[in-house]
C-alpha cells in the first residue's frame, strides 16, 4: 500500500493550488482517503476527507468552502483543490487512508500515509 501526495508549491495569499493522492496497492475506490496537514510547531489536523466509492465528503471548518476533494473516475487519485488561500492554510499536507474503509473522523486511526508536501502561502 503506497500514497504519493503531490502538488505543493509557493502561492500568494488568495491564490490556488490542487494537491494530489496517488495511491497503489489496495483498491483505493473501496477506501475513504483524508488529507490532513501539519503546520510547523503544530499538530496535525484533518482537513478533508473522500468517503469511499464516491461517497461523503467531509471538510474542517476552517476549509469549508475554499477546499473541494474529488477523486479520478478510477478511484485511484484524490485531488484537493484549494482555493482562496491563506496564511494560516501554509503546512505541509498528507493524505492518508484509514484503517476502516469510510470517513469515520479525522481521529479515527489511519494506517497508511504520504510522504507529505509542502504548501507555502505568502501574504
Known amino acids: 500500500v503506497q500514497l504519493q501526495a503531490s502538488g505543493g508549491g509557493l502561492v500568494q495569499a488568495g491564490g490556488s493550488l490542487r494537491l494530489s493522492c496517488t495511491t497503489s496497492g489496495f483498491l483505493a475506490e473501496y477506501y475513504a482517503i483524508a488529507w490532513f496537514r501539519q503546520a510547523p510547531g503544530g499538530e496535525r489536523e484533518g482537513v478533508s476527507c473522500?468517503?469511499?466509492?464516491?461517497?461523503?465528503?467531509h471538510y474542517a471548518d476552517s476549509v469549508k468552502g475554499r477546499f473541494t476533494i474529488s477523486r479520478d473516475n478510477a478511484g485511484n487519485t484524490v485531488h484537493l483543490q484549494m482555493s482562496n488561500l491563506k496564511p494560516e492554510d501554509m503546512a505541509v499536507y498528507y493524505c492518508?487512508?484509514?484503517?476502516?474503509?469510510?470517513?469515520?473522523?479525522?481521529?479515527?486511526?489511519?494506517?497508511?500515509w504520504g510522504q507529505g508536501t509542502l504548501v507555502t502561502v505568502s501574504s
Open positions: 492518508a487512508k484509514p484503517e476502516r474503509r469510510d470517513c469515520t473522523g479525522f481521529g479515527s486511526v489511519y494506517d497508511y
Open positions: 473522500s468517503g469511499k466509492e464516491g461517497g461523503s465528503t
